[in-house]
Nanobody
Framework: DVQLVESGGGSVQPGGSLRLACAVS????????LAWFRHAPGKEREGVEA???????FYSDSVKGRFTLSLDNAKNTAYLQMNRLKPEDTSLYFC?????????????????WGQGTQVTVSS
């Protein structure tokens, strides 16, 4: 089994930055895709960004140019660098794996999820 543990959430003012981390452990297949989703109250869970070996990365239009997903294979950790944060980025952020295709932003295509980390952007 694969386990995912997110960290790095917090409160920040608009325009600020945060870096989220997703620690991956267990039998992770390095040909698998890793993705970040977010879920705000009253809204559907939204795909933020995903990266697959030799494919992507894929970004939501709402974060393109501001967020960057990177992988540190030595640390088995995926990072989501979030810059120029906006109040509408406030959400619970999750990482996801065990992807079955074909659409990266479809949450039903991932079978392993972390517990989430809260990001709050307000002045």
């Amino acid at each position: 089994d694969v386990q995912l543990v997110e960290s790095g959430g917090g409160s920040v003012q608009p325009g600020g930055s945060l870096r989220l981390a997703c620690a991956v452990s267990g039998a992770f297949d390095r040909t698998d895709c890793l993705a970040w989703f977010r879920h705000a109250p009253g809204k559907e869970r939204e795909g933020v960004e995903a990266v697959c070996p030799n494919i992507g990365p894929f970004y939501s239009d709402s974060v393109k140019g501001r967020f960057t997903l990177s992988l540190d294979n030595a640390k088995n950790t995926a990072y989501l660098q979030m810059n120029r944060l906006k109040p509408e980025d406030t959400s619970l952020y999750f990482c996801a794996a065990d992807y079955r295709g074909p659409r990266w932003s479809d949450q039903t295509r991932y079978s392993t999820w972390g517990q989430g980390t809260q990001v709050t952007v307000s002045s």
